[in-house]
């Protein structure tokens, strides 16, 4: 029966229960729950044979697009009516999906296996079975597909990326979203509100159109910073007609210092960087959000003055000038009612863009997400014996960062990560550390490794390269943390696979957990 498949999900458009003759959308595999107490799904499942055995499966469901999460009925071959869930919400989109009933994905001998990519949980039914968070926060993760999840306060943010688990920031940008307001200003341009949908779902999109002066075509905020402070700027933006975007932060007074980044909205690319007077560029990204959305984000400093203007300018042309040369900053050109869509501006004291905060008519701040282990995870890890296996994805590749992945507050027992591309474990000042594995070229989306025991030494090893060991003896002091270090060195990243064991593996076993 190896060969069981679906035949089709039909969702019930009626009220319930109730009725005596269901009513079964036309629609297959994605539809709108109906807004009631108990949402049923029905499914066909057949194989190539006659056979009629009933083979379990399992039905997981995503909403808008979120991590699978188990419905605990199971379903056998043939045609059947299940419960998918109760919703009292006529706007989610329900996803189904169907897994044969197996623990083949479980990693040989693992105590506990966490896999919040897929939404997965060994032995128990529930993440929260085994950790806990404190956020006193709402606060957005992102999906696979490129779609932003708010979670309310206290709450995993677990999507079909992982577990994101970030520091406090705060976003200094007023009115984030609301680009007619009158926090913002725009020259020689016109802001229209909500019109095209947001990385959210929701239609929040402003436009900016250009008029047909010959003039800076732009959207900027004044915003008071600390000098010789670096910053992270960033804004979600869509290309209607206008193509090109410059983002920069600068002195509004003097207009001569400043840093500042260009993108290509049709080819999602940052083509041009720099900085003028005492600016001080750092780094540039450009990421893909759905419905061809784009996130962009420039770093640096601004030294001579401690109020600057966050700048949204569209461009032409790469914003070549008459004279063949690309203009620095807030570029001039004569307008063609051109437009772009924008969203999301950020701008926090940090190296690198955070997840998004948005604001209203004051500055807003995410708290730190602090998750612990609880039950049996927490005796796993602060077993006298235990390995750990733990597959990630960094939000960031920015420079001189140590990101923790798991801590013990008091003695230190912790595996670190950093941009010296080593993985690390320290205890009572001892470092162990391992170098990434040679066919990696940097800490993103790579495997790390990491084992300790009581007595007979510890290990480490970072995306299948050579392992490290020494016999030092590790004892849990306590404080246990999941992605920070007492409140600091956060992990800025999604987990998307936590495994331990509670006895200590084979260094060649371990090595080959962690390769790419």
């Known amino acids: 029966m190896t060969d069981l498949r679906q035949l089709h999900f039909r969702f019930r458009t009626d009220a319930g229960t109730a009725d005596a003759s269901p009513t079964w959308g036309a629609g297959e595999d994605v539809n709108y729950y109906p807004g009631t107490a108990n949402f049923r799904l029905r499914i066909g499942l057949r194989n190539a044979s006659t056979v009629v055995a009933a083979t379990p499966w399992e039905l997981y469901v995503s909403r808008n697009g979120d991590a699978y999460t188990p419905v605990t009925t199971t379903v056998a071959k043939g045609v059947q009516s299940v419960d998918a869930g109760a919703s009292a919400d006529d706007t989610q989109v329900l996803i189904p999906r169907l897994y044969p009933f197996t623990t083949d994905w ?41 779609t932003l999840t708010s979670f309310s306060t206290n709450t995993l943010r677990i999507t079909d990326l992982g577990l994101l688990v970030e520091d406090a920031r705060t976003n200094i940008v007023l009115r984030s979203q609301e680009f007619d307001n009158a926090s913002w200003n725009a020259g020689s341009s016109t802001i229209t509100a909500n019109q095209a949908v947001a990385p959210d779902g929701t239609t929040t999109m402003d436009k900016l159109t250009e008029d047909t002066g010959t003039s800076q075509h732009i959207a900027y905020q004044q915003i008071t910073i ?67 959305v784009y996130r962009i984000t420039v770093v640096g400093k601004v030294n001579a003055t401690d109020t600057v203007a966050f700048f949204i300018a569209a461009l032409s042309d790469r914003a070549t000038q008459a004279g063949g040369s690309l203009q620095a900053w807030r570029p001039s050109y004569t307008g063609t009612s051109k437009s772009m869509h924008l969203w999301g501006a950020q701008m926090e004291a940090a190296s690198f863009a955070s997840s998004y905060i948005p604001t209203s008519g004051t500055s807003a701040t995410r708290a730190a997400d602090s998750v612990t282990p609880i039950g049996s995870l927490e005796s796993v ?11 990630f994805q960094s939000i960031t590749d920015a420079t001189g960062l140590t990101q923790t992945l798991i801590a013990d507050s008091n003695s230190g027992f912790t595996y670190l990560y950093s941009q010296s591309r080593t993985l690390a474990n320290s205890y009572s000042g001892v470092v162990l550390s391992a170098t990434l594995g040679s066919s990696l070229t940097a ?13 007979t030494g510890r290990s480490v090893v970072a995306g ?41 593996l084979a260094d060649a076993t371990l090595d080959a957990l962690t390769a790419p």
């Open 106 to 146: 479980i990693l040989s001998g693992a105590a506990i296996d966490l896999d919040f990519a897929g939404s997965r949980i060994y032995p128990g039914a529930s993440f929260t079975d085994y950790l806990s968070i404190t956020r006193a926060s709402t606060g957005y993760a992102k999906t696979a597909s490129g």
């Open 226 to 292: 600390t000098a010789n402070t670096t910053y992270a700027v960033s804004v979600f933006v869509k290309d209607v007609d206008r193509r090109y975007i410059q983002l920069s932060a600068g002195d509004q007074a003097t207009q001569t210092h400043a840093f500042y980044c260009y993108a290509d909205l049709q080819a999602g690319t940052i083509t041009d960087t720099g900085s003028t007077g005492s600016g001080t560029f750092t780094s540039a990204s450009i990421e893909a959000f759905t419905g061809g």
């Open 381 to 391: 890890i602060a077993g006298t014996s235990m390995t750990s296996v733990v597959d």
């Open 443 to 455: 800490f993103i989306g790579a495997k790390f490794g990491y084992a300790q025991t009581i007595g």
């Open 464 to 504: 299948g390269g050579t392992v490290a060991s020494d016999a030092g003896s590790i004892t849990s002091g306590g404080g246990l943390a999941i992605g920070n270090q007492s409140g600091a060195s956060y992990a800025y990243a999604y987990f998307r696979r936590m495994t331990m064991w509670n006895s200590k």
